[in-house]
């Protein structure tokens, strides 16, 4: 087994387009499977077979991801793309879609370099891999062709730009011994084109496209045709439904009944005369500051604060709407029953009073003294209550 540099052809650059940069990004057949006839340094030919299993390997397609591509092969052939030579040679790189399509080997590109790009403009659209591999000794045939030797561990260094579609340019360059470049002896240039070839246009770019890559095409415009045509019956047709919706709009709003009129006023009625009557329920344990608050209040909250009032150590967390409406009307109903306004909290509110009035009374210009005033009301509370006691018993 002896390893040696091949330079094989790929078919096209296909899919291509031009990005606001300048740059040019290709969806290309950069090789394929088949038995492959080379041309050595010694003027001798080879037929060699790439088989499936050595060109879709993984092991190999991981070695064309975002390998350099060069404008035509590094020069003396066999000269690789190397970390001293890359930055004069590579125009741009491979992307890391690396992927078998039928029998082709499918990879995407981005030229970025001026040189690159102005030699793809002038027609420079063919490719061909630079790549190492092991050549074993093998004869047999292969989908009808006989091959005599089979390529093994394919590893690539980089992908060139050349001006032919296949190798046969490569034929004519002084080849090492163990270097060899594909040729197709029994077919011309213009032969090989006319029966693998299709002639695509992308971007207003025509290129040279292997048939299955022009069917795809094809394929996915006419997808792509349909989707936007489906689109825009679908925007017709919701066009037409929402002017129809809206002219049902205008005419019920135009037509609306007296009797229709009528059913909203009486419940808007309804509605104020409900809001009346609870604010005028809630006048009976509110404060008058409290009362000013209602207009901005729901009427559940309203009830809620009504609920507090009467009864501060309830805990309305958590509870729904019945519990607070039937908490409400219970609450009122005893409140009513009394007879008295504020009546579950006007004496200890009378004793408050009294007592901050006195806190004022001491010293006007001063900050009151709220322990002391408080000290003070409890005492009048219990001299009050003496007196009381003394009544009673008199």
């Not at 066009?239 to 002219?247: K, M, W």
């Not at 009032?309 to 309305?316: D, G």
Request: proline residues 3%; charged residues 35%; hydrophobic residues 35%.
């Amino acid at each position: 087994m002896t390893t040696v540099n091949r330079y094989d052809a790929g078919e096209l650059i296909g899919s291509a387009k031009r990005t606001d940069e300048g740059f040019i990004l290709a969806d290309a057949v950069v090789s394929r499977t088949g038995v492959f006839v080379y041309q050595d340094g010694k003027g001798g030919v080879r037929r060699e077979l790439r088989h499936p299993d050595d060109v879709f390997k993984a092991d190999s397609l991981e070695t064309l991801k975002l390998v350099p591509i060069t404008n035509g092969h590094p020069k003396p052939i066999g000269t690789f793309v190397t970390r001293a030579n890359a930055d004069s040679l590579a125009v741009g790189q491979t992307g890391d879609n690396i992927r078998p399509d039928g029998r082709f080997l499918m990879a995407p590109l981005k030229v970025i370099k001026a040189d690159g790009i102005d030699a793809i403009d002038k027609g420079r659209r063919g490719l061909s891999c630079g790549y190492k591999c092991d050549l074993m000794e093998e004869a047999g045939t292969y989908n009808g062709e006989p091959f005599t030797h089979r390529q093994t561990n394919i590893r690539y260094n980089h992908l060139a730009l050349v001006d032919k579609g296949r190798a046969g340019d490569m034929a004519r360059i002084n080849l090492d011994a163990d270097d060899a470049a594909q040729v197709d002896p029994s077919e011309t240039r213009e032969d090989q084109m006319s029966t693998i070839l299709s002639k695509i246009t992308v971007d207003g770019i025509a290129y040279d496209a292997a048939p299955e890559v022009a069917n795809k095409l094809a394929k996915e415009t006419a997808r792509a045709d349909a989707a936007e045509n489906a689109l825009k019956a679908a925007n017709t047709a919701l066009s037409t439904t929402t002017a129809e919706r809206d002219t049902l709009k205008d005419k019920v709003t135009k037509f609306d009944s007296d009797e229709e009129k009528k059913k909203r006023q009486d419940a808007i009625d309804a509605a104020a005369k409900a809001r009346v009557g609870l604010v005028s329920k809630a006048a009976l344990v509110l404060k008058p500051d409290d009362m000013k608050k209602l207009d901005g209040m729901s009427d559940a909250e309203i009830k809620a604060l009504c609920i507090k009032t009467v009864s501060p150590s309830t805990n309305l967390d958590g509870k729904d709407e019945t519990y607070v409406n039937v908490r409400f009307d219970m609450e009122m109903d005893a409140v009513e029953a009394k007879g008295g306004k504020r009546a579950a909290s006007d004496g200890l509110g009378s004793q408050r009073k009294a007592a901050a009035n006195g806190a004022r009374a001491d010293k006007a210009d001063e900050a009151p003294d709220y322990n002391k005033a408080r000290a003070d009301g409890f005492e009048r509370m219990r001299n009050n209550w003496g007196a009381d006691d003394k009544e009673k018993r008199a």
